[in-house]
């Protein structure tokens, strides 16, 4: 993939130094680092989804969302992921189950997975931790400190 990439990149240098006018942006594109994480978002919220999504592109980082916990199984075979967001409050399987359930297979239970929810008492914090969370935000939350949040975790 890299090779697909640095070729990528060689090409659009050379046609980049042919040009007479080079676009300012073109030619920062070209030095902004490639961040290449997957991140799987689930959320019910189309609101909270769609800011997420925005949020973190700006960012690089490719993002998948999913409604519910049944649809996340489904985004789990289409593609590898680097963490998970997921919200407490969804339908069918709650946010605490699918946390357990992630983090009790070999494959992703060394993925960061960040809870998301509207529920702020300390026994619904500790919940989360206790199944498995590595972080737990209360919404509604501040769009900079939850990029902070997935590079730092990212980043470890």
């Known amino acids: 993939m890299s090779t697909i990439r640095s070729r990528i990149e060689a090409m659009k240098r050379q046609k980049l130094v042919m040009k007479k006018v ?3 942006s ?3 594109s070209l030095k902004k680092p490639v961040k290449t994480k997957n991140i799987l978002v689930v959320d019910d919220d189309p609101i909270i989804l769609s800011a997420l999504k925005r949020v973190l592109e700006v960012k690089g980082y490719r993002v ?3 409604l519910d916990g049944v649809e996340l199984s ?3 075979e289409s593609a590898r992921f680097h963490m998970f967001i997921i919200d407490i409050n969804l339908p069918w399987v709650d946010g605490y189950e699918l946390c357990k359930l992630i983090k009790s297979f070999p494959h992703y239970c060394d993925l960061p ?3 998301i ?3 702020s008492k300390k ?3 500790d919940r989360g931790y206790q199944c498995g969370c590595d972080e737990y935000l209360i919404k509604p939350f501040d769009m900079n400190y939850i990029v ?3 590079e730092k975790a990212l980043s470890s």
Request: charged letters at 20%; zero cysteines.
């Open 22 to 24: 080079v676009n300012l």
């Open 26 to 28: 073109d030619y920062r």
């Open 64 to 66: 998948v969302v999913a």
């Open 74 to 76: 489904h985004k789990l």
């Open 113 to 115: 997975l960040i809870l």
């Open 117 to 119: 929810s509207s529920l």
């Open 123 to 125: 026994e619904d914090i």
């Open 148 to 150: 902070g949040t997935v």
